[in-house]
C-alpha cells in the first residue's frame, strides 16, 4: 500500500438505462434509477480512487455504507458520483460520497473500504465451501 493521500477525489459518470432502474432490478416497481445500483456506482467510484494507492495483489472490500436516497431519477439522465478520501486508518479508508443527478443531489453517503490482498482474501471465503 502506498501512502494515501487525504482529499483526494474522483468523480464517475453513468446514465440511467432502463436496467439500471427499480423495475427492471426488483427493488421496487417505479421506473427510477434503483438504490442498490446508485449504491454500486457510488462503491465503484471510491474503489478506482483508492486502486492508484494500492499496490500489486492488493484490492479493496466494501466494509459499511451508510447512504441516503433523497430524489427519483428517471431513465436518459445522467448521474455523477464523487468520492472523497476523508480518513486512513491503517488499512481501512473511508469517504464521503455524493451523487448527483441533472436537476438535484440525489444521495450522500460514508463509505469505509478495507485493503486487503486478492488472493489471501479469494482463498479465505473459498473456504467456508471446505468447511
Not at 427519483?72 to 451523487?99: L, N, Q, S
Request: with cysteine; charged share 30%.
Amino acid at each position: 500500500m502506498k501512502d494515501i493521500k487525504l482529499h483526494a477525489s474522483l468523480t464517475k459518470e453513468c446514465t440511467v438505462t432502463k436496467e439500471l432502474l427499480a423495475s427492471s432490478v426488483g427493488s421496487g416497481i417505479v421506473d427510477v434509477y434503483a438504490t442498490p445500483m446508485m449504491i454500486a456506482l457510488m462503491e465503484n467510484t471510491a474503489a478506482t480512487l483508492l486502486s492508484q494507492f494500492l499496490d500489486e495483489g492488493e484490492t479493496s472490500v466494501g466494509v459499511s455504507i451508510q447512504a441516503s436516497h433523497d430524489a427519483a431519477t428517471p431513465e436518459g439522465m445522467k448521474v455523477w458520483a464523487t468520492a472523497e478520501i476523508i480518513a486512513v486508518d491503517r488499512k481501512k479508508v473511508t469517504f464521503h460520497i455524493e451523487a448527483k443527478d441533472e436537476k438535484d443531489r440525489i444521495s450522500e453517503a460514508t463509505h469505509a473500504r478495507f485493503i486487503v490482498n486478492k488472493e489471501k482474501f479469494e482463498a479465505k471465503a473459498q473456504q467456508k465451501k471446505e468447511s
